[in-house]
């Protein structure tokens, strides 16, 4: 029931917000409402990828869970691979006791650029019952794995509780995380950064894997299969970017929408709160880790009072730990324990 209907309020949904785009397309880009931008479902934008019945749709297709049990994990990644866009999940993560879970949210092109690859995520990291989950971010470009740029916030809601959005800007000229339409990270393409910058079209992805051999306290709390299966659920699914051919690689929008991507930029009063965000939230940044950093990477713009925050902080109060080969669990299913 209500198909034809819904179809129609879909269509013209879509009219309505394409309709500024074609207005515009012509001249200089109108800003666009990123937040306000159609989500679209599953079947529209995503395809399973590994953990058979792990994987539900609900909601008319529009929510996704995905969930780990001793069998195996699960992941969906997109169907397409973008150059460029906005792209963004809201996100419910498993409730209770989730140490050694790890849930991702993240583009790649590991298995189309093996040995270069270019890599944006949002990780999540479970933890101990009363312990809150951490949220990592992360940027590899042109297979510069051997330099981690991680940043890693305690959130400042119970991530469990309810879904939150999480979204990701790439441009051209800088690359911005937001949880809530806030910016909590932002980074502007330096000339010395070089190929680190992602520059290569990437497929979204979303999993849920077995993380115990490092994901929380370094591996010494591992998953436990007792409080299986760990759900985690998306929503909101927006895939807004430029399109590409999987086999040959050409985009279909070039200039045009990357200009409407790159007139995107942080208000002012954006900015205020991503600043005052990192200040009470952020408990690590390889920018300030001087331990392993002798020298900060090029694109660390020293934000003085940032970096006084983080002053002699070293990788000491980072709990920082390289998770190993990142691209295996795309294929990889968890084995099985029993
Ligand atoms: C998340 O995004 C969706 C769609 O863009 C929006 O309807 C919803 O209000 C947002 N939720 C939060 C918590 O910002
Ligand atoms: C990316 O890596 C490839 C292979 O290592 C290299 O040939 C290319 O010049 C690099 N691109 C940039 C922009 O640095």
Not at 68 to 87: K, P, Q
Not at 133 to 148: A, E, F, H, M
Not at 194 to 220: C, E, N, Q, V
Not at 317 to 337: C, D, E, F, L, M
């Amino acid at each position: 029931m209500g198909d034809g209907a819904s179809l129609f309020y879909l269509r013209i949904f879509f009219l309505c917000s394409g309709f500024p785009l074609l207005l515009f397309s012509h001249s200089v880009p109108t800003p666009i409402n990123l937040h306000g931008l159609r989500s679209i479902s599953f079947d529209e934008g995503y395809t399973q990828l590994f953990g058979d019945s792990n994987l539900m749709l609900l909601r008319d297709g529009k929510t996704v869970h995905i969930s780990l049990d001793e069998r195996t994990g699960a992941g969906f990644a997109s169907v397409d691979l973008f150059l460029y866009g906005f792209f963004s999940a809201s996100i419910k993560l498993p409730l209770d006791y989730a140490a050694g879970v790890v849930v991702a949210f993240y583009m790649s092109n590991g298995d189309v650029f093996e040995k270069n690859h270019d890599e944006l995520d949002f990780e999540f990291l479970g933890n101990i019952r009363g312990r809150e989950w951490r949220v990592q971010t992360n940027i590899y470009g042109n297979g510069s794995t051997s330099l981690g740029r991680e940043e890693r916030y305690r959130l400042w809601f119970d991530p469990t509780e309810d879904f939150h959005n999480y979204s990701i800007l790439w441009t051209t000229n800088r690359i911005i995380f937001y949880i809530d339409n806030v910016p909590i990270r932002e980074l502007a393409r330096t000339e010395a950064m070089g190929g680190d910058f992602p520059s290569k079209p990437m497929s979204l992805y979303a999993t849920i894997w077995d993380g115990s051999t490092w994901a929380t306290a370094g591996g010494r709390y591992k998953v436990n299969y007792k409080f299986a299966p760990y759900v985690a659920a998306f929503s909101d699914l927006v895939l807004h970017g430029c399109d590409v051919d999987p086999i040959d690689h050409l985009s279909t929008c070039h200039d045009k929408q990357d200009g409407l991507y790159n007139s995107i930029s942080i208000t002012p009063k954006q900015r205020s709160a991503m600043q005052s965000l990192r200040r009470k939230h952020m408990i690590y940044s390889y920018c300030y880790d001087s331990e392993r950093y002798p020298t900060p990477l090029p694109e660390c713009l020293a934000d003085a009072r940032e970096a006084e925050q983080f002053e002699g902080a070293g990788s000491g109060r980072s709990g920082y730990r390289r998770r190993g080969k990142h691209h295996h669990h795309r294929a990889q299913a968890v084995p099985a324990t029993f």
